[in-house]
């Protein structure tokens, strides 16, 4: 009897197995991105910008052309190479530490000059790579490594809401925040990534999917209790949705 495949690994992603802690959904965010390249039909000519942080061996990762930016520096780099190879599909993958922190300017600049390039931004509210410290994505009153009785607004002012503020640029074609806790905001997940990939091969300018994610091993959770926490913490702060969509005129 023959059995029927339902279900496998996608060409988008090497057989290299990952590093992430248990529960951490990195893993799930390529995959997405993996088979969108190869059901775009995109994986030979796409080349992908590994950042710093937890996703620095990303390059190890994803089955397309790899290259490290420097800490924050992704969103330059990526620059660079579109430019240079404009017909090449060209994504960052970085973290909110190495984004919203270091790379705030790199990805602020790029979005503004409407660079056509796509960045995939995973948001897990803390440096989780160098040991769980305040992030810019931290909430008010979330306990990290160097926030030990929680993020006061008073000393470390508010949570950065990248999405909110590069929608407001001219350069930016397709700004959307999704989420990875469960199944159905997977799926969202997954067509928000090929929106963006589809706004960068129609030419119209900077795109960016924001990816609500887990770390149980910062956070102090079990990677179930982690998922109900990005549900009920770090969803009414970071609200989910399209923000700016160049070619549904949103």
């Known amino acids: 009897m023959t059995m029927k495949t339902v279900f ?9 197995p990952t590093h992430y802690c248990p529960g951490c959904t990195h893993g799930v965010i390529h995959r997405l991105v ?8 995109i994986l030979e000519d796409t080349i992908g910008v590994a950042s710093v942080g937890c996703s620095v061996l990303s390059y190890e990762y994803f089955n397309c052309d790899m290259t490290q930016a420097a800490h924050g520096r992704a969103p330059a780099v990526a620059t660079g190479v579109k430019r240079v190879l ?3 599909f060209v994504f960052t993958y970085q973290g909110d530490g190495d984004l919203a922190s270091i790379g705030i300017s790199e990805v602020i600049h790029a979005a ?7 960045v995939i931004f995973v948001n897990n509210a803390i440096y989780g790579m160098t040991g769980g410290q305040m992030a810019p994505t931290t909430l008010i009153g979330q306990k990290t490594a160097t926030t030990p009785f929680g993020r006061d607004e008073s000393i470390q002012g508010s949570p950065i809401k990248v999405c909110e503020m590069l929608a407001t640029l ?26 963006a990939f589809e706004a960068q091969k129609n030419g119209l ?3 960016m999917v924001e990816i609500l994610s887990t770390c149980p091993t910062n956070w102090g959770l079990d990677p179930y209790e982690s998922l109900d926490w990005v549900k009920d913490n770090m969803i009414p702060v970071y609200p989910l949705g399209v923000y700016k969509n160049k070619e549904g005129g949103k």
Request: positive net charge; without cysteine.
């Open 8 to 16: 496998k690994k996608t060409s988008g992603l090497t057989d290299t």
């Open 170 to 195: 001219d350069g930016a074609a397709y700004i959307e925040r999704v989420s990875a806790h469960d199944v159905p905001h997977i799926q969202k997940a997954k067509r928000a990534i090929r929106k």
């Open 34 to 41: 993996g088979e969108v390249l190869e059901e775009m039909d």
């Open 205 to 207: 300018g900077f795109s």
């Open 86 to 88: 404009p017909d090449r």
């Open 112 to 118: 503004a000059r409407g660079e056509k390039i796509t």
